[in-house]
């Protein structure tokens, strides 16, 4: 049963207002490695026509967790969950037992005060799975390397970064093959930052030059939007009605490359591929407010103009194929206790959102295929609750019957007439058969006859031979 709802008050109030400008998801998964999209592709089996979950399942961890990462961390095939939570200044490990629940939570301190957001990479090269931490209140970011068995090594914290740090996320932005750490800051008269952490390729962060804002910076995403194989970011600054471009550098560092008109109050942008034409498209959702809009990716770099649409009132967004149709689909959070999917069209639109309900101030979602049955389900914090809830994808799938070509049609020509089917014989009568047997018993009586003839005859004609010519 779900704890009751908390009233909150104070630095949790403020913290809350927070927590709803930043939520913003940056991947459709555990992983942030960032990669060139993909060509959105058809299904090549079987499918569901609309997405559907079970009812959630709530699992305890600690105190207000406000973010969720998934990810496989002791190399079992069965991916794991760990959330971040803010007022106990811990992340809570459950390890997931293949068949949609999961171990009771292992709580391990999170290297810093307030942790606000989570992702998970291999930081360090060696196969397992580390964990990246924005500590709000510390000002910092933390790592954690992963031990391959579920554990994690003590937090290596970076702090002095900010008067608040808000987002994390992991990409290789100086082009060394090491995932690099981006992260969004806030100082304390109103302005803001982004910045890349550089890694030295054995986990070891270093910070690179900041890009700092005039306004208070809470949300940030990475992606390739100029195409030109660097990774690039977008950014969200307070009080504006677009999203800024920075355009990665190479080294860590960014060029400003302009405004983008964005809708109404964007408060929370994800990438994805929406058209299946290759290029990153933009999601910016509103806050306070309804809508969101699709800025899809043109064709010499940059977006065009926003598609806005209706949405509710998103609290964290995530993209994901959740119907495996073969197109990207939306995962919106309201922070009433629902999670909304949008199902994508592949044309850069969505059909209306189907709330499924979750514990109460859901952080944005993630996926992971929970109980190994070969489709995504969904994992969201509860921050009032101190849950996360669990919904397995029940979709049912549907295979496409191949259309056939249709076949020109024949002349109509005149059916032949049936062969007439012969009359069966009449069946014989006593007397017929009476006749049939006397017939046969001449025949018989005939035949030996003839041969006893036949027979007296040779034996004359033998003894004639005997007896010598002239013999009579």
């Known amino acids: 049963m779900n704890a009751p709802h908390r009233a909150l008050t104070g630095p949790a109030v403020r913290r809350r207002s927070a927590a709803l400008l930043a939520a913003v998801a940056l991947t459709s998964g555990g992983l942030a490695v960032v990669a060139a999209p993909a060509q959105a592709a058809a299904p090549s089996g079987p499918f569901c ?30 991916p794991d969950v760990v959330a971040a939570n803010s007022e106990a200044d811990t992340l809570s490990v459950l390890r997931g037992n293949g068949d949609g629940t999961f171990a009771a939570a292992a709580h391990i301190p999170a290297g810093g005060e307030f942790p606000i957001h989570i992702q998970s990479a291999d930081l360090d090269g060696d196969g397992d799975i580390d964990l990246v931490v924005a500590n709000n ?9 992963g031990n391959g068995d579920g554990t994690f090594a003590a937090p290596v914290a970076y702090n002095g970064l900010g008067y608040r740090v808000h987002r994390v996320a992991v990409g290789d ?45 809470y949300t940030a995403v990475p992606g390739d939007f100029d195409n030109d194989g660097r990774l690039d970011v977008v950014y969200l600054d307070s009080g504006s ?17 302009g405004p983008i008109p964005a809708g109404v109050n964007p408060a929370l ?40 649409q ?13 119907n495996g149709d073969g197109k990207a689909d939306l995962l919106v959070s309201d922070w009433d206790g629902s999670i909304s999917v949008l199902a994508g069209n592949g044309d850069g639109t969505f059909a209306a959102g189907v709330a499924y309900p979750v514990g109460y101030a859901p952080s944005e979602p993630m996926t992971g295929d929970f109980n190994g049955d070969g489709k995504p389900d969904l994992v969201t914090t509860s921050y009032d609750t101190d849950s996360v809830s669990v919904l397995l994808n029940t979709c049912t799938p549907v295979s496409i019957a191949p259309t056939l070509p249709t076949l020109p049609t024949n002349p109509t020509l005149p059916k032949p007439a049936p062969a007439a ?14 006749k049939a047997a006397a017939k046969a018993a001449a025949k018989a009586k005939a035949a030996a006859k003839a041969k006893a003839a036949a027979k007296a005859k040779k034996k004359v004609t033998k003894a004639k031979k005997r007896r010598g010519p002239g013999a009579g």
């Open 49 to 78: 026509m609309g997405a559907n979950f079970a009812p959630y399942v709530g699992h305890p961890v600690g105190d207000m967790p406000q973010s969720v990462t998934v990810a496989d961390l002791d190399d079992d095939g069965r």
């Open 137 to 145: 209140s510390s000002g910092g970011v933390a790592t954690l390397r």
């Open 173 to 217: 932005f100086n082009d060394d093959g090491a995932p690099d750490v981006l992260f969004t800051a806030s100082g304390n008269v109103g302005d803001g930052s982004v910045r890349v952490l550089l890694n030295d390729g054995d986990g070891a962060l270093t910070p690179a030059a900041a890009h700092t804002t005039p306004g208070e910076v």
């Open 241 to 257: 009605s677009t999203v800024e471009l920075l355009t990665g550098d190479g080294d860590g560092t960014f060029t400003p490359a």
């Open 269 to 308: 942008v994800v990438t994805g591929e929406f058209n299946g034409d290759g290029r990153t498209d933009l999601v910016a959702a509103s806050y306070p407010g309804t809508q969101i809009a699709v800025l899809l990716g043109a064709a010499g770099g940059g977006f065009q103009p926003p598609l806005v």
């Open 310 to 322: 209706e949405a509710g009132e998103p609290g964290g967004t995530t993209v994901a194929d959740v």
């Open 421 to 434: 089917k012969p009359k069966p014989a009449a069946k014989p009568t006593a007397a017929d058969k009476a």
